[in-house]
């Protein structure tokens, strides 16, 4: 049938990654989305056994497509004061949002396909929030990390690293944080977060704009 574009994306049960999902089987694109109910990305013995098989569907059923990977799912982790954090939380949080983006990057590294990637970042990575340390950190590495992949991609399938914030989206994240009693931020607090399916469609442009910009499709 030719080249086509798979689009994977993570983190689509809620939010953001749903509606783009949403428009994604609307405009007829092929999609594999990943969820917690696929595999738990805050275990990454889980994350690599699943990656195996996803491997495997990609090579017998998809060899021809060029994979766009949006890397969407994410966790605000524990906020508050670090001698109140529990060590478990913090755990689950780190592998989360930074040791599950790095072991998917190694299995897009690792196929025949050509591939191009998106982060989904927040400007909670470029800032310093009292007691969102563990989010911010964590997604900032993220950010930072494609940076030394951009030195490696040379000679190999990958078409493309980039990072993309959606800005504040009314989602449960954005209702977290104003709920919770340690965080205060008057930005957030006095901005109205932009509905998930604006979002989601500014998301699509940008993907698609960028690809077309690279000849991908």
Same mark, same amino acid.
């Given at each position: 049938?030719?080249?086509?574009?798979?689009?994977?994306?993570?983190?689509?049960?809620?939010?953001?990654? !749903?509606?783009?999902?949403?428009? %994604?089987?609307?405009?007829?694109?092929?999609? *594999?989305?990943?969820?917690?109910?696929?595999?738990?990305?805050?275990?990454?013995?889980?994350?690599?056994?699943?990656?195996?098989?996803? #491997?495997? @569907?990609? +090579?017998?059923? +998809?060899?021809?497509?060029?994979?766009?990977?949006?890397?969407?799912?994410?966790? %605000?982790?524990?906020?508050?004061?670090? +001698?109140?954090?529990?060590?478990?939380?913090? *755990?689950?949080?780190?592998?989360?949002?930074?040791?599950?983006? @790095?072991?998917?990057?190694?299995?897009?590294?690792?196929?025949?396909?050509?591939?191009?990637?998106?982060?989904?970042?927040?400007?909670?990575?470029?800032? #310093?929030?009292?007691?969102?340390? *563990?989010?911010?950190?964590?997604?900032?590495?993220?950010?930072?990390?494609? !940076?030394?992949?951009?030195?490696?991609?040379?000679?190999? !399938?990958?078409?493309?690293?980039?990072?993309?914030?959606? +800005?504040?989206?009314?989602?449960?994240?954005?209702?977290?944080?104003?709920?919770?009693?340690?965080? !205060?931020?008057?930005?957030?607090?006095?901005?109205?977060? #932009?509905?998930?399916?604006?979002?989601?469609?500014?998301?699509?442009?940008?993907?698609?704009?960028?690809?077309?910009?690279?000849?991908?499709?």
């Amino acid at each position: 049938m030719g080249a086509y574009n798979l689009y994977i994306v993570t983190g689509t049960s809620r939010g953001l990654g !749903k509606e783009f999902a949403t428009l %994604l089987v609307n405009d007829g694109q092929k999609l *594999i989305s990943i969820n917690r109910g696929d595999v738990d990305l805050s275990r990454p013995e889980a994350l690599l056994l699943y990656l195996n098989q996803l #491997k495997t @569907i990609i +090579h017998t059923g +998809h060899r021809d497509a060029n994979i766009v990977f949006v890397n969407n799912a994410a966790t %605000l982790g524990p906020i508050a004061p670090i +001698h109140n954090l529990d060590e478990l939380k913090i *755990i689950e949080a780190i592998n989360t949002n930074l040791t599950s983006s @790095i072991l998917l990057l190694r299995f897009l590294f690792s196929l025949e396909n050509r591939w191009i990637y998106f982060n989904i970042t927040t400007g909670s990575a470029q800032t #310093k929030n009292k007691f969102l340390g *563990i989010y911010g950190v964590t997604k900032l590495a993220v950010e930072e990390y494609l !940076k030394f992949l951009g030195l490696e991609k040379e000679n190999t !399938k990958c078409c493309g690293l980039y990072n993309y914030d959606p +800005h504040i989206i009314a989602t449960d994240m954005n209702v977290v944080l104003k709920n919770n009693s340690y965080f !205060k931020n008057e930005k957030i607090e006095k901005t109205t977060p #932009k509905s998930a399916i604006l979002a989601a469609e500014e998301l699509y442009d940008f993907v698609k704009n960028t690809k077309d910009d690279k000849n991908f499709s």
